[in-house]
């Protein structure tokens, strides 16, 4: 994996089998928690990191050759509706 930092913009440059264990660490990552519990650790809506692990995986399949998700912060009203912290 090598990775540069141009401007305001981080590219990563991966062979698939480094897509593939990068979508299963994501995965991984998602797993065990409520969606409420999963912003408040990470500040990203699970759903939209969910969406990521599946266009990786695709990659690393084969199955696509690009892709291009938003992968913007959660709204706490929307993720956490139950107990906002606001």
Do not use: H, K, W
Request: glycine letters at 10%; proline letters at 3%; one cysteine or more.
């Amino acid at each position: 994996m090598r990775g540069i930092y141009e401007g305001d913009q981080v590219a990563l440059r991966l062979n698939r089998g480094e897509v593939g264990r990068l979508a299963a660490v994501l995965a991984e990552a998602t797993t065990g928690s409520s969606r409420a519990e999963f912003f408040i650790r990470v500040g990203c809506s699970r759903p939209n990191v969910e969406a990521l692990v599946q266009a990786l995986e695709e990659l690393a399949a084969g199955r696509s050759t690009s892709f291009e998700i938003q992968l913007a912060a959660g709204v706490e009203r929307e993720e956490n509706p139950l107990r906002p912290r606001q």
